[in-house]
């Protein structure tokens, strides 16, 4: 970024505020149940467990193991479907996770995909966290960000990268550095 183009920072004051709702976004958790708690755990758990899906002769073929998705056997004589032993486990539904959690970040918080900062207005903080698509622009992402902060919605893929432009900074190490300032405060 040039001079031209970077934004100036007021003061200092400013820069501490601002890491300050910042490092609330990042510790930022959903209120969750007794039960809640504990099917999160238990998916944790679960998905530890879980083995890698595999598909017939991924192992053998390049171009099937590059694909990395998984496609249920059919044919007469696949040893997956046969479930034979030695070869890679079948997906079942025995594998699938509580549905109190189901589709849950690792927060407790529901994810949403958000394009525009006009999609934050369609959030329920106490439910809900955002994921900044990957097709938003830089200008815009900070859009997001700034009024995520503002209305307190938790930011789950946000980066170092958002963190050194928000506060102004050069490097990670200035950032870290200003973040366990506030903490410590």
Do not use: C
């Amino acid at each position: 970024m040039s001079t031209e183009q970077r934004p100036e920072t007021t003061s200092s004051m400013d820069v501490k505020e601002v890491a300050s709702k910042l490092r609330l976004l990042l510790k930022m958790k959903r209120e969750l149940s007794r039960e809640e708690r504990r099917l999160l755990k238990l998916r944790m758990l679960m998905e530890r467990r879980e083995p890698r899906w595999m598909r017939m002769d991924e192992w053998r073929f390049w171009k099937i193991e590059r694909q990395e998705r998984w496609r249920r056997p059919k044919t007469l004589d696949n040893k997956i479907r046969h479930q034979r032993k030695g070869y890679p486990p079948m997906v079942k539904i025995g594998y699938r996770q509580p549905k109190a959690v189901r589709g849950l970040h690792p927060s407790g918080f529901e994810p949403v995909r958000v394009f525009r900062p006009e999609d934050l207005d369609k959030i329920d903080p106490s439910k809900q966290a955002i994921i900044i698509a990957s097709t938003v622009s830089r200008r815009k992402r900070m859009e997001i960000i700034r009024k995520a902060m503002e209305k307190r919605i938790k930011v789950i893929n946000l980066t170092y990268r958002d963190m050194m432009e928000l506060l102004g900074a050069s490097n990670i190490e200035e950032v870290k550095k200003l973040l366990q300032e506030v903490r410590g405060e």
